[in-house]
């Protein structure tokens, strides 16, 4: 019984990281340059976070309903300057991004409309 705990708990841990994999992951080595070259949404998320896990869904169901918005993510555990320069103190984190610069940002959970509706300030 606890051999399948075990093989549960890794098949959950594979398709959590299977659905972080549908954004593109950023690091401390390529996160200016994503912002200095796209305009999009940056997600700054912890791992083990419940409200991250619940936005980068909100964020995926956005894009299959036709967004061409990019998204990317960046894990705040291991990418610290990024966080630090962005000054990121809480996840999830959202930055809008447009031109090379930062054009708002929202911290927090948020539903499918509510992303488009961001979306559209960028």
């Not at 999830?92 to 054009?103: A, D």
């Amino acid at each position: 019984m606890e051999k399948n705990s075990v093989t549960n708990q890794r098949t959950t841990i594979e398709e959590e990281k299977k659905d972080m994999a549908d954004l593109m992951e950023l690091t401390d080595e390529n996160y200016a340059d994503f912002i200095a070259r796209q305009d999009g949404i940056l997600l700054f998320y912890k791992s083990l976070c419940p409200h991250c896990k619940a936005i980068k869904k909100v964020m995926q169901r956005f894009a299959e309903k036709g967004s061409e918005a990019l998204m990317a993510q960046i894990d705040t555990e291991a990418n610290p300057q990024a966080v630090q320069a962005l000054e990121v103190e809480r996840v999830p984190t959202m930055i809008l991004i447009k031109r090379g610069g930062i054009v708002g940002r929202k911290i927090g959970l948020l539903n499918v409309k509510e992303l488009a509706e961001l979306y559209k300030t960028i």
